[in-house]
């Protein structure tokens, strides 16, 4: 789909609920004990849908709601237009842009209002087999986070993450282990990665496009996540790539383990690393799993969408990332963003 004509892209009540003879393809979809809706176009599903679900011939809502619901619905097919590849080929990444482009643009009772009627339209697809997965499940509301008042500097962590480089002892490939360590520490500061994630990481997996730098890999549960990576953080790995090919090193990891051929660093190793660096700078013996919860803080205090927030860490539920703003507001803190 595309921009084409973005401004005629309208649910047509009328002709709709009349199913004219201009509708000769609806109404073949509707002479089958069951809906198959393969040979319609998208305009097209949605009409049915609005026929069908919204506005059937025995409806009895008020004009006030059709006007709502007439105002819903064209504001999802223009989505769908513009910035998908169409109904059929809907991704679950577009239901996230869905929500952060409806929860920037209106205020609460709309956006709920919205989503609903989104939830709706995917669920009718899933019952009548269009999808094959119920993408209504990845509709949820949101809250926006509270601005939150005092100040945190977060130049600590950044070097720590930074003083990963200065854990290594052995002379051997000395210059590449820094460089290693370092990248490490980096991921886990700018990306929210579980170390079991980082660990996993491989090269093949980072992507660079005109617009953005980012990692795309499978999480926790099998499930796919997609990062945006920093320019200091991809610089990192491309020196990084560069070095290990230089060096003669025959592996596809990141986090790669100069002991065992194409293998990643133990969990063990990594914990090590990171409390070496914590305890270097502060008092603190911090775990890997320390930056996690320090990006995700980080987030959440620079006002970034509940939902967002748990897209790009990879929580099975939104009540799991609540739980780190609940935390931050009985803190009162507040966050830097990072330059």
Same mark, same amino acid.
């Given at each position: 789909m595309n921009e084409e004509g973005t401004n005629e892209i309208v649910i047509e009540e009328e002709a709709v609920l009349a199913f004219a003879d201009s509708r000769e393809k609806l109404l073949a979809v509707l002479e089958n004990d069951h809906l198959n809706m393969e040979a319609l176009s998208d305009l097209e599903i949605f009409e049915l849908f609005w026929a069908t679900e919204l506005f059937p011939i025995y409806s009895q809502k008020s004009p006030h709601t059709k006007r709502a619901y007439k105002q819903d619905l064209d504001y999802i097919l223009r989505f769908f237009v513009i910035k998908t590849q169409g109904v059929k080929q809907l991704t679950i990444l577009n239901l996230h842009e869905y &929500? %952060?482009?409806v929860h920037d643009q209106y205020a609460p009772r709309t956006v709920k209002r /919205?989503?609903?009627?989104?939830?709706?339209?995917?669920?009718?697809l899933y019952v009548n087999d269009y $999808? @094959? /997965?119920d993408l209504s499940l990845q509709v949820k509301d949101q809250m926006k986070p509270e601005p939150l008042r005092r100040e945190i500097d977060f130049d600590e962590m950044e070097a720590i993450a930074i003083a990963f480089r200065h854990t290594v %002892?052995? %002379?051997k490939n000395r210059e590449l282990l820094q460089l290693r360590n370092e990248t490490m520490g980096y991921l886990l500061l700018t990306t929210g990665m579980r170390a079991a994630e980082l660990l996993a990481l491989q090269f093949s997996q980072v992507h660079e496009t005109p617009s953005t730098n980012y990692i795309e890999f499978k999480g926790k549960r099998e499930k796919w996540r997609r990062i945006p990576l920093s320019k200091k953080a991809f610089h990192l790995i491309q020196r990084l790539k560069k070095l290990i090919q230089i060096e003669g090193i025959m592996n596809s990891y990141l986090c790669f383990n100069m $002991? *065992? *051929?194409n293998a990643p660093l133990s969990y063990e190793a990594l914990r090590i690393i990171a409390q070496s660096a914590s305890i270097q700078l502060s008092s603190q013996n911090n775990s890997p799993h320390w =930056? /996690?919860?320090? =990006?995700? @803080? *980080? &987030?959440?205090?620079?006002g970034i969408p509940l939902y967002e927030v748990m897209s790009i860490s990879g929580h099975e539920s939104i009540t799991t990332t609540n @739980?780190? &703003?609940q935390q931050l507001k009985k803190a009162d803190l507040n966050v830097l963003p990072y330059e």
């Open positions: &929500l %952060k482009d /919205r989503n609903a009627m989104l939830r709706r339209f995917l669920r009718f $999808h @094959t /997965r %002892k052995q %002379k $002991h *065992k *051929k =930056f /996690r919860r320090s =990006f995700i @803080t *980080k &987030l959440l205090s620079n @739980t780190y &703003l």
